[in-house]
Structure formats: structure tokens, C-alpha cells
């Protein structure tokens, strides 16, 4: 007979998962943004996590002996997670280029009301009224960070590139439930990242090349981002087998509390109280996603 693993502890072992996927991609944007002030930019930036993380999931693929093959469907959609994957990086990368990190961090953590509205629509997870009620106060939330802050003019192409990249992430969370209904996880994340990858060399060389850093600083922050993403990017896949779309995106609201903590930390970013307040209003919407309108009834 073997071993079938609990309901808690799988649990346990998917949110350790979103953990690490958490704090990878929340450091990511703030270790990239030293790159940028170095002379890189954010194709380059993109091309190197996409390796990075080729590299991470094929040697792990190699260890445990897992198989690269897949089902001639399943490896379609896995291509198509890829280049979802590749246009979330950009613009998600992108955005930093143009606009603090803490903001595009907090304008991209509107994906998990998109994931909650796209599971209703689908049947996969009511969305009732207190959710409904959640995800209106995230967007206010959101939009007292990004649209009241004296002194200071956000540039509306950033603004509006991490929220492409929110749709994207939305999307992707979704698709890769899907297919990870029947695939396996490492498999799908190889052809994901293999897909990006190549997306990204093609991105680069048509913009004449990479452009790397000029700086140790630099280079430590494009080969850190590029780590930490990779760690992310594979344990998401996990993450949404053990728990699901929507609770990954709902139990994943601790990330803008380390991307805005890093960018305070590693760049030097200041927060406003404003904005602090928009922070705990955009937390306390987005962990309401989760919450039971009653005891009997299944998040």
C-alpha cells in the first residue's frame, strides 16, 4: 500500500511552497532595479532569470529523475503558460524601470481579485458578498497608494505595465491549475521556462543585445533577481497543485509585505503613511478572499 500523504499536511507543504515563491518574487523586482541603475535593463534582466531558472528546473528534473516528455496537449498549453509567463516578467520588470517598486509591487497584487473573479465565472469558486466587498476595498486600497501622493507623479505607461503584468499572473495561476490537474509539475514548468526563455533571447536580440551592468553592485542584483525568480517560479508550480488558484492567490498576499520590505532595504525606498495605510487596507481586502461567511461552508 503506499503512503498517501494527509489533507494538513499537504496543505502545510503547499504553503511552504508559496513561501519560497513569495519571497523570491518579491525580492526579485528590488534586486533587478540595481541592475537597471548599473546599466541593464529589464530584457536583459528578464533573459537571465528565464536561464537561471531553465538551468534550476532541469537539473532538478535530472536529480529526481523525472521525464521532460508530455502529452501533445498538455505540452501545448505548457508553451502557452511559458509565454504568459514571459509577458508577466515584462511587465512586471518593465514597471520597475519606470516606477518605485513598492508601487508596481502593490499594482500587481491586484491579481488575486482577478483570479477570484475569473474562478466565479468559471464555477470553480463562488464569489460571494463579502469577496465582492474584499476586492472593491483592494482596488481602493491600491488606488490610495498609487493616486494620492503629494509631491509626486507616477508615470502612467509603469502604472499601467504592472497591471498587464497582473493579468498575466492571473491568467497564468489559472491556466497552470488546469493543466496541472493531470500533468506533472516539473514537467510543465520546463517546457514553461524553456518557452520563455527563447521568447526572451528573441526579445533581446531584437533589441541589438544584452545590456549587462557596469557595476559589481549591478551584477550581484541582475544574478540574484535571476535566483531568487528561479526559486519562485518553480515552486509555484507546486504550490498551485497542493492548494488550488484561488487559495494560492489569496494566501499569497504576504509578497507585497516583502517586495515593499525589500525595496525599503535594499533600495532605500520610503513609504508615506498614505501609503502604509493603502498597504493594510489592500492586506486586510485581499485576506477577506479567504475567509468563510460561514462555518459550514468551504472557502
Do not use: K
Not at 105 to 131: D, K
Amino acid at each position: 500500500m503506499g503512503f498517501v500523504e494527509p489533507p494538513e499536511a499537504r496543505r502545510w507543504r503547499g504553503i511552504l511552497y508559496l513561501l519560497v515563491s513569495c519571497t523570491g518574487f518579491g525580492i526579485a523586482p528590488s534586486l533587478a532595479r540595481l541592475a537597471y541603475d548599473a546599466g541593464s535593463e529589464p530584457a536583459t534582466a528578464i533573459l537571465m532569470r528565464f536561464t537561471v531558472a531553465t538551468m534550476v528546473v532541469t537539473l532538478t528534473m535530472r536529480r529526481l529523475g523525472r521525464p521532460l516528455r508530455l502529452a501533445a496537449g498538455d505540452r501545448r498549453q505548457a508553451i502557452g503558460i511559458g509565454l504568459l509567463a514571459a509577458l508577466l516578467s515584462w511587465g512586471y520588470l518593465s514597471a520597475v524601470a519606470l516606477v518605485p517598486v513598492s508601487v508596481a509591487a502593490l499594482v500587481f497584487f491586484s491579481f488575486p481579485g482577478m483570479v477570484a473573479v475569473a474562478a466565479h465565472l468559471a464555477g470553480v469558486e463562488r464569489l460571494t458578498r463579502l469577496r465582492s466587498a474584499a476586492l472593491a476595498a483592494a482596488f481602493a486600497g491600491i488606488a490610495l497608494v498609487v493616486g494620492f501622493e503629494l509631491g509626486r507623479t507616477l508615470d502612467p505607461a509603469g502604472l499601467g505595465l504592472a497591471f498587464l503584468a497582473a493579468v498575466a499572473c492571473a491568467a497564468s495561476i489559472l491556466w497552470t491549475s488546469r493543466v496541472l490537474r493531470r500533468a506533472e509539475p516539473l514537467a510543465v514548468n520546463a517546457h514553461a521556462v524553456l518557452t520563455a526563455t527563447a521568447a526572451s533571447i528573441l526579445v533581446v536580440a531584437i533589441g541589438g543585445g544584452p545590456a549587462w551592468p557596469g557595476t559589481v553592485v549591478g551584477w550581484i542584483g541582475l544574478g540574484g533577481a535571476s535566483v531568487v525568480y528561479a526559486a519562485g517560479f518553480t515552486s509555484l508550480f507546486f504550490a498551485v497543485r497542493l492548494l488550488g488558484p484561488v487559495r494560492v492567490a489569496a494566501l499569497g498576499n504576504v509578497e507585497p509585505v516583502i517586495a515593499v520590505s525589500a525595496a525599503v532595504a535594499i533600495l532605500g525606498e520610503t513609504v508615506t503613511p498614505l501609503q502604509a495605510a493603502g498597504v493594510l487596507v489592500v492586506l486586510a481586502a485581499l485576506a477577506a478572499l479567504q475567509w468563510r461567511e460561514s462555518p459550514g461552508r468551504a472557502p
